[in-house]
């Protein structure tokens, strides 16, 4: 509580601040961040949002979107790099390990700024001053509107900061579907409509705004790049550059394809595989008691939550889903061992 204090203290005066989160940003990460900016804007400060990268055109609707500066453009890099320079504070939304920022980290240890770091991920490392943490949280969003609530500012909460939050609390749920929707969520669900979001709107946006394109890449996926081992209960797509541009997919086109093989009756770990310039990007996972970020941890450099992880590699796409499918059946025993424990008691 004396920590939460201190934080207040310093957000008390105009301080110029500078909030960024994970490369590639989903909606919690970016939803987090833009909260963020909007509710420490009407405190008064000066605040930038710098991402690692750009960011898939289904999320660039939230208040505050067109002022975003993406350190991987080439025209807002170096407005990106002063910015961070020259920032007293900044936030770490929705990632808990400096590395997860790529090379603007470089830039986040070379500024003298206060450092605050809120997230859910499992694992956190210790780089930052003043620290909001939560594995328990299904979302960054979730934790957002926790800390503004228990920094007295509920009422500085109005439609666009609510609209921000409930987006990254739907889709790290996966629409209210996944194990981490607590009660807690579905109360604080509740607030954030109660304050304005508008959950129709938002899910249309993020979930019904396809391109012709984006379609009929996922159905190609789905029938050329879907591998099952159905003895592994696994599932994957593996996806080429090639695949990408013959299908002119755009950031977000891959976003839940994962889910697709997921879906599958009897799978229970999937994973998506994707070649990009800088290497092979994997994404991880499961149901039940299968733990994936731990896997994804020891073989693929990576880490995340129980149920959904990702990593990299870079050995070719085809060496990865060999050593994938390598590591599956070598590993089976501890990544399904508890499921057949509890099978064997029933
Ligand atoms: P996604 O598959 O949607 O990219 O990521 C699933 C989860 O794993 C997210 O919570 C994400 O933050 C985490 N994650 C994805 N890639 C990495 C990675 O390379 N390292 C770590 N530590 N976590 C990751
Ligand atoms: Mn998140």
Not at 149 to 169: E, N, P, Q, R, T
């Amino acid at each position: 509580m004396q920590e939460l204090e201190s934080l207040k203290d310093r957000i008390s005066s105009p301080h110029k601040i500078v909030i960024t989160t994970h490369h590639k940003p989903d909606a919690d990460a970016l939803g987090s961040s833009l909260g963020m900016a909007n509710y420490l804007k009407k405190k008064g400060h000066e605040v930038t949002v710098v991402t690692p990268s750009d960011y898939p055109y289904f999320l660039q609707w939230m208040k505050g979107n067109e002022e975003v500066l993406n350190f991987e453009d080439p025209n807002q890099r170096a407005k990106a790099v002063e910015k961070v320079l020259a920032a007293d504070t900044i936030f770490c939304m929705d990632f808990s390990c400096l590395k997860r920022v790529h090379d603007l980290s470089s830039f986040i240890t070379k500024s003298k700024a206060f450092i605050v770091n809120i997230d859910h991920h499992q694992d956190p490392k210790d780089f930052a001053d003043f620290q909001y943490l939560s594995t328990k949280a299904a979302a960054t969003c979730e934790l957002v509107y926790e800390l503004i609530v228990k920094l007295g500012d509920k009422s500085l909460i109005d439609k666009d900061i609510a609209d921000c939050l409930y987006a990254g609390i739907m889709t790290d749920t996966g629409g209210f579907r996944h194990p981490n929707t607590t009660k807690n969520v579905h109360l604080i669900t509740a607030e954030l409509i109660e304050l304005g979001a508008d959950n129709t709107r938002i899910s249309r946006l993020i979930y019904d705004t396809n391109s012709v394109n984006r379609l009929k890449f996922i159905g190609f996926a789905i029938t050329r790049r879907l591998t099952i081992l159905e003895d592994l209960q696994t599932a994957y797509f593996s996806i080429s550059k090639k695949d990408l541009r013959k299908y002119s997919s755009q950031t977000g086109d891959t976003e839940g394809l994962v889910n697709y093989a997921l879906s599958l009756d009897g799978i229970k770990i999937a994973a998506l595989f994707t070649e990009r310039e800088d290497g092979i990007k994997i994404s991880f996972r499961s149901t039940e008691d299968i733990t994936v970020n731990k896997f994804a941890a020891e073989f693929f450099d990576g880490g995340g939550h129980k149920n959904a992880a990702g990593g990299k590699s870079s050995l070719s796409l085809k060496e990865t889903t060999e050593k994938f499918e390598k590591l599956i059946k070598e590993n089976q025993k501890t990544l399904f061992n508890k499921l057949e424990l509890i099978h064997e008691k029933n």
